[in-house]
DNA sequence: CATGAATGAGAGTTCATTCAT
DNA sequence: GATGAATGAACTCTCATTCAT
C-alpha cells in the first residue's frame, strides 16, 4: 500500500529514507483523517517525526501527497470498472456499483472531495483523478448507452464532478446520504419512461 | 444568535443607520458576484466606504452577512415553490422548476454553494436556508409522492443539500453544468420503469 | 524627523498610531544600525513593541520603510546641492564636499548603499534615490564641466553608483576609507594636467 | 583555515578523486556564470553529478570553492603585475592596465565583486584575494609613486577594496561602467595640477 | 570516500477580529 | 455608533549543513 512512487521511479537505496516515506504516508492519512486534507504540513511532519524539509523533498506539492496517500485506492477504483462491467449483469448495474465504490472513497477521506475541483490549487490531484478515472466513467457510460439503458447525452467529466460535489461534506452529517444521491443521479440517466 | 436580522427586528430608528446598513449590502453583493462570498471583510468595507467595525456591529458573523445579502432571493425562491405547485401540470413539474430556481440561484453567486455545508462555520446561513427552503422542499416532494409521480423515501434535506453540493464550483467550468445534473437528480427521483 | 509621510498623505486621527509610526521608524533605524538594512521584519516589530501586522500596514514594503527611515536625510543631502553650489568656492569643490555629505551618510547606515542596486528587489527605494539625488548631482557636475574644471562625459547616475558603492561596507573595515576612495573618484574627473 | 586547497597541497594520489575534484570545479564555474557565487550549493552538485557531501569535503567553505574555481585568474592576474612594469611605458600606465585586469575578472564573474568583503562570511576568499594581489598592487603603486606620478599616500588594500566595490552589480546595468569608474579612480591618484 | 536524505531555523505574508478613540 | 489601527496566530517554503548508510 506505501511505496507511492509512480511508474519506474528509482526506489531509494536507503533503508531510513523508504521507511520515511512510508512513514509519512501513513502519518498524512492519519492526518487527513482527522484535519482534513488541508492540514497544516507541519502536523504532519510532526506525526511523522520527521523535519518539513523531508516532506517538501517528496512531495513538492500537498496535491503530490495526496496522490500519493490515496493512489492505491483511485487505482483499485480504475480497475474496478472493467470487472465490474465484465460481471454484469448490466451496464448499469456496473456503474451502479462502480459510482458506489467511488463515492465510498470520497466519502471515507475527509475534505478530499472538496479538494477535487479544478483551480482549487490542487491540479495534480485533480488531473490524476481524470486521468484514472474519467475513461473508465466513460467506458460504462458507453457500454450503458449502448445497451440502451441510459441517454447518451452526459460526458462521464460531468458526471465524476457532479458525484465528486455530492461527495463534499458528505462525512459528520447522518441527515445526507452522498451514496443515495449519488444512486439518484445515476438513476436518473435511464431514459424516461 | 446575535439576532442576524432575522424576522421581526426593529428597523433602526435612526436615517444614516439604515442607509448605512443599505450601503453595506450593496457593497457586500457587489463584492461577492467577483470576490465570492469568501471575500476579505476590509474589501466589503472598502467597498461600502465605511470601516470593518461597522460591519462588524451589523453583521457579527459572515454569515449574517450572507444572509442578509441573499435574504430576498431565498424568500422569493421560497415563495416560488407553492405557486409553481398551483401553476404546473404536475407536481413533478414544478419540483423541476423550483429546482431550477435554486440551482440559478446558487450558481449565479460565486462560491455561495460551498458555503452552504454545516460545520463550514456559516450556521446563521445554513440554518437560514433550511428553515426557509426546507419546507418548500418537502411540500413539492410531498405532492409528487402523492400524486405517485415520485418515491415517497426521500427527505427535503437531503435533496436541498445533494443540490446545493452539486452547485459548488459550477461557474467557471464550461465542462459542468450544475443545472443538468440537479435535472438529472430529480429525475432519479421518478419510480423506475 | 519621525513622521516619514509622503506628501499631503492625510496623517492619521488617532494619537496611538502616529505614536506607533514614529515608533516604528526610531524601532526601525535602531535596528537598522545594528542589523543592517536587512534585518527581519519580526526584530523590528518586536523592538517597536507592535505586531508585524502593524508593519506591513504602514510599509508594505521594506523598502517603504527604508524611505521612510531615511527620507530627510535623503532630502537634506539633495537640498545640500544648491546651496553648496552658491557657497563654494568653486563647482568642483561644492561637488567634493557634496560627495562627502551623501558618503557620510551612506557610511553611517549600515548596509545602506549595499541595497541601493537596481534589481535588488528595493526598487522603491532605489527609486527614491535617484529622483532625489541624480538631478543634483547632474545640476553639480554641469556647473563644474561648464566652469572647465571636469571632463564632461560623465553621468551623474554613474557617478552616484560608483560613489554608492565605494560605500558598501565602509563601516567596520578601519583599513577601509570611502570617503577617501570618493575624494579620489571626484579627482579623477579632472581634466588630466 | 581548512586548507581551503592552497599553496603546496598535496595532490590527491587517486585518479578519480582529482577527476571528481576537476568535474566539480568545471560545475561550479559554470553555475557560478549563471546564477552567481551565491547559487545553492545543490545546485553545483546536481551539475557536477556528485552529491552535495562530497562538495563540503573537498570544500568546507564556499569561499574555498570560489577560491578554487578563480585560483587560476587571480593567479594571472597577480602575475601580470610585474610583467606589465616592465612593460612600460610607465607605472601609472601599467597600474592602469592592471586595475582594468582586475575590473574585467571581476565583472565577467556575476557577483564575485560582492562577496570579497572581509565579514561576508567568506574570510577565505578575502584572504586569498589579498595575498595574492595586494603586494602586486602595491608594487605598482610604489613604482608609480616612486616615478612621481602619483601621490604616495594610498594604500594598496583599500584601492584594491574600492575597485573590488566599484565593479559590484556592473553586469546588468548598461548605464553603469564599472571599468570606466575604476580608471577615473586611478586617475584621481595622479597629483593634482 | 561518496551520497543525498533529513533537518529545522527562519523569513515573508495574510487576514479575522478586537478595541481605543 | 463608527472607525480603522493594531494584533498575532497561522501557514508556506527555502536551503545550508549534518550524518547515517
Redesign the pocket.
Known sequence: MHDGDQGAEPV?R????RR??ANLLDAAAAVFVVQGVDA???EIAARA??????I???FPT?ADLIVAVYRHQVDACAEAGPRLLAEGPSPHTALERWIDLFVDFLVTKHGLAAVLQPDAGFDTLHAYFLDRLVPVCGQLLDAAAGAGEIRADIEPYALMRGVGNLCIGADSDPRYDARRLAALLVAGLRHAA
Chains 1, 2, 3, 4 share one sequence.
Open positions: 531509494s536507503r533503508k531510513d529514507a520515511n516515506k497544516p504540513v507541519r517525526g520527521v523535519g518539513v524539509g523531508t517538501y523533498r517528496h500537498r
